[in-house]
Structure formats: C-alpha cells, structure tokens
C-alpha cells in the first residue's frame, strides 16, 4: 500500500527563519531590550514634541509623524515577538528585521536633525518680565539662519530633552540593525 501524496500547497511555503526566540524569552536578548527602550524613547520624543507648542510645524511635523509611526511598528514587531505569532508567518524574519530597522535608522537621524534644527534655531531669543509690571519683553539676537523661533525657556527645555531622546532612539535603532545584520549573515 503506498502512501498518499503530499499535498503541495501545504510544502510550498518555506519554514519561517527566524533567529530570536519567542514568547519573553525575546526579552532577555539584547535585541528585545533595544527593542523595548526604542519604544520607550520613542513615546518620549513623540510625548515631548507634543507637549511644546511645535514652533516649526514643517520640521517638526515629520519628528512627529516619524515617532509615532515607529512606536506603533515597534509596538507591533515587539508583540509578534512576545506572542509568538513570528513563528506562524512564513517569511524571513532576519531580513525584515534588518530592513525595518534601517528605514527606522534612515527615518529617526532625519527626524533627530530636524529637530536640533529647531532647538537650535531659538537663536538667543528669550521673554524677559519686566521688574514692578505684569508686562513681558522680547529679547532678540541676531538669527543664525534661515529659521528662526521664539521659545519659552520651558518649550526650549522639551525641544532640548526631545532632541536628546532622539538621539538616543536613533541609536537603539541602528544597534538593533547591526545586530539584526550579523543574525542575518548567519
């Protein structure tokens, strides 16, 4: 008696390749930590540049759309991860890590200069009360470039910190392509 034949939509799809693991252990990588603070300094930056008053809506606009955008991915790659739902979809996870992380790298330095950009373009601008009165005055220097902005000391305290955090993001995510980089080339 032979046996039946295999059917072939079942064999045709390739195994997924994936060389994280599932479920939390991901978490005790060093991928699943980078993982992790990109999304916590990534809702940083996108929590800072909310709360300023967004002095240049045309830079910081894409900060904005940048942040949100790869804390949702983020978020999502991160519980596919945890769920272990990676497992089930039959891709190569290896190259869609590294290929995810260097749009996020691409994305995040351009979003990470845009915002510097703003910071930096206060230009010695500041408000000043003026003694015995409820009346303010604008102290203004020579621009330094093309943009200029007035900023509170507060609005350019949060450009400052969402600059930094920026920074940070930027960097978790190109160590999470480098690493990504060597899992693939295995």
């Known amino acids: 008696m032979s046996e039946p034949a295999a059917n072939p939509a079942a064999t045709s799809f390739p195994t997924p390749i994936i060389s994280l693991p599932l479920g939390l252990e991901v978490l005790r990588t ?23 008053n967004v002095p240049v809506p045309l830079l910081q606009g894409w900060v904005m759309f940048v942040s ?35 749009l996020a790298l691409l994305f995040y330095f351009a979003a990470f200069v845009l915002e510097a950009a703003t910071t930096a373009a206060n230009g ?39 600059t930094i955090f920026a920074f940070v993001v930027t960097l978790c995510y190109g160590g999470s392509m480098v690493m990504g980089f060597k899992r693939w080339r295995k």
């Open 68 to 102: 949100v955008t790869a804390f949702f991915l983020s978020s999502f790659y991160l519980t596919l991860l945890v769920t272990g739902l990676a497992d089930r979809i039959n891709t190569d996870w290896n190259f869609l890590d590294v290929f995810y992380h260097f």
């Open 30 to 52: 060093y991928s699943g930590v980078l993982v992790c603070l990109e999304i916590l300094f990534g809702g940083l930056v996108w929590i800072l540049v909310a709360s300023s």
């Open 124 to 162: 010695g601008a500041h408000i000043n009360s003026l003694p015995n009165s409820t009346d303010s005055v604008l102290c203004i220097t020579f621009p330094r470039g093309n943009i200029f902005t007035v900023l509170s000391y507060r609005e350019y305290s949060i450009n400052v910190a969402a």
